[in-house]
C-alpha cells in the first residue's frame, strides 16, 4: 500500500483565512495551480503514474478543514454547515471528517482519509502525533511525506515519525516533499519550487544503520546503501561481515584491505560522502602489519562494541601470534604448537583469558572469585580486557 502523508493548517486572517493559489513547479517541470500543495502533489503522482492508494490529510480541531471542502461541489450543505459552524468554533470533530473524508475521495480521484492530530504542545501530544500517524499506516505501506503546510513544529514531528514507521511497521519511506511558497519567484503569477527532502530520508538511514553495523558487526546492513552505485563495495561488505563475526581474522583483513581501497573513491551519493571518513575510520585496523596486530586492533574494537567473547577471544589467539614470527603468525600447525607451549608456560593474563572464554563460551560457573567478580561488571571487564590488549600491543610494538 502506497500512502501520502500531509498536513493542514490555518492561515492568517490577513491572507482572508486561506492559503494563497501558486503554481508549484516540480523537478520535471511540471506545474500546477492550487492552494493546497497535498492537490499538487497529488496531480504531480498522477502525472507520473504513481497515484497512491490513499492520502493521509493530518490536521487540528482548529485547521481550515472547510477550505479542503470548497475543492468539491458543495452538494452536502448539511455537511457544510455542520464543517463552518465547529471550523469557527476551533473543534471540529472526527464524526464530521470522516464524512469530509468521503465527500473529497471523488474530487480529487483518490481515497482520502482526515484525521484529527493534537497541536502538539508538549511531549504527551508530541507522542500522540506519531502513533496516529502509525496508527493509520499498514505494515509494510510506502509512505511519501508532504511536511508543507500547519505547525512549523510538524515537519520535525514527521521526520521523528519516519524513524518510527521504519521500526514499528516496516515501512518504506520513498519521498519527502516541500511546496517552497517561501522561495516564488516574482512571476505572475508567482511560481514556487517543490524541494524534495530525500536527502533528510537517506541521512536518517546512515543514522541507524551505521551504529548498529559497528555495535553487531553486521557490516552487510550497510551494502544495501551501495549495491546500485557501487556493486563490488556492497559485496565486499557481505562478506567482511561474516568473516568478521566467524573469526576469520585473515579473510576479514584481506576484505577490509579491499573495502578501504573502493573507499578511497569519492560517492556520488551525498549523504554516503559525508560518511565515508567516518567508514574508512572503521577499517583501520587493516592497516597493521601482522596477524597479531590485527587481533588485537579487533578485540579493542569488540570491546568498544560490547563484545567481550569475541574480544577475549581475540586477545587469547593474539597471544599465540605474538609467540610467531609474523610469516608463521598464520600457519595453523606453527599456531597448535605455540599453543601448546603457552598453556605449559601460562601467566596470570593468559589464564585470566582462558577461563573467561571458558566461562563466556560455555556459561561454566567460575571458581576463580576474579572472574566471578569480573563476570558481575561489564565496565571492569571491557577494562581488564583493554589492558591486556594495551599490553599486547605494547610488546608487539617491542618486538
Given at each position: 500500500?502506497e ?9 492568517r ?7 494563497n493559489?501558486l ?6 517541470g511540471f ?6 500543495f497535498?492537490?499538487a ?25 472547510d477550505?479542503?471542502?470548497?475543492q ?12 463552518l459552524?465547529?471550523?469557527k ?17 471523488d ?19 508530541q ?22 503546510h500547519?505547525?512549523?513544529t510538524l ?10 514507521l ?5 515501512a ?11 522561495m516564488?519567484n ?11 527532502l ?15 553495523a ?6 552487510d ?11 563490488e ?7 567482511h ?25 569519492p ?11 567516518i ?30 567473547l ?12 605474538l609467540a ?14 605455540a ?38 561488571d ?6 581488564k580486557?583493554n ?8 610488546q608487539?610494538?617491542?618486538?
Amino acid at each position: 500500500m502506497e500512502i501520502l502523508v500531509t498536513t493542514l493548517g490555518k492561515a492568517r486572517k490577513d491572507d482572508g483565512g486561506r492559503y494563497n493559489t501558486l503554481n508549484y513547479r516540480f523537478e520535471d517541470g511540471f506545474e500546477f495551480a492550487s492552494s493546497f500543495f497535498m492537490q499538487a502533489l497529488l496531480e504531480y503522482r498522477k502525472h507520473i503514474q504513481r497515484k497512491p492508494d490513499l492520502v493521509l490529510v493530518l490536521g487540528t480541531a482548529s485547521s481550515m478543514w472547510d477550505a479542503l471542502l470548497e475543492q468539491t461541489n458543495l452538494d452536502d450543505l448539511d455537511l457544510v454547515e455542520t464543517l463552518l459552524q465547529e471550523n469557527k468554533a476551533g473543534a471540529v470533530s472526527t464524526t464530521t471528517l470522516e464524512r469530509l473524508s468521503s465527500t473529497l475521495s471523488d474530487p480529487f480521484g483518490v481515497k482520502i482519509k482526515c484525521v484529527l492530530i493534537p497541536a502538539g504542545r508538549n511531549n504527551l501530544e508530541q507522542a500522540e502525533i506519531l502513533r496516529v500517524i502509525a496508527e493509520q499506516v499498514p505494515e509494510k505501506a510506502t509512505v511519501c511525506f508532504d511536511v508543507t503546510h500547519g505547525y512549523r513544529t510538524l515537519p520535525l514531528l514527521e521526520l521523528l515519525s519516519i524513524f518510527y514507521l521504519i521500526q514499528t511497521r516496516n515501512a518504506t519511506i520513498n519521498e519527502i516533499f516541500y511546496g517552497a511558497a517561501d522561495m516564488r519567484n516574482d512571476e505572475n503569477p508567482p511560481v514556487a519550487p517543490v524541494i524534495r527532502l530525500d536527502f533528510v530520508k537517506d541521512m536518517l538511514e546512515w543514522l541507524t544503520r551505521l551504529p548498529l553495523a559497528e555495535e553487531t558487526g553486521r557490516y552487510d546492513q550497510l551494502a544495501a546503501m551501495f549495491a546500485q552505485e557501487r556493486p563490488e563495495l556492497a559485496e565486499a561488505l557481505k562478506q567482511h561481515s561474516v568473516q568478521l563475526r566467524t573469526n576469520q581474522t585473515v579473510s576479514a583483513h584481506k576484505s577490509a584491505v579491499k573495502i578501504v581501497a573502493l573507499l578511497d573513491k569519492p560517492f556520488d551519493d551525498p549523504s554516503a560522502e559525508l560518511y565515508r571518513p567516518i567508514l574508512q575510520r572503521k577499517f583501520n585496523w587493516s592497516r597493521g602489519v601482522d596477524l597479531a596486530e590485527w587481533q588485537i586492533l579487533s578485540a579493542k574494537a569488540a570491546v568498544r562494541a560490547g563484545d567481550l567473547l569475541r574480544a577475549t577471544i581475540l586477545l587469547r589467539e593474539a597471544r599465540i601470534s605474538l609467540a610467531l614470527p609474523p610469516d608463521k603468525q598464520t600457519k595453523s600447525k606453527e599456531r597448535e604448537q605455540a599453543n601448546k607451549n603457552l598453556n605449559k608456560e601460562t601467566d596470570a593474563d593468559d589464564e585470566l583469558l582462558l577461563a573467561l572464554r571458558n566461562c563466556l563460551a560455555h556459561a561454566d560457573r567460575p571458581k576463580n572469585k576474579q572472574i566471578r567478580d569480573l563476570l558481575q561488571d561489564e565496565q571492569a571487564l571491557a577494562k581488564k580486557l583493554n589492558r591486556i590488549a594495551d599490553k599486547l600491543y605494547q610488546q608487539r610494538k617491542d618486538s
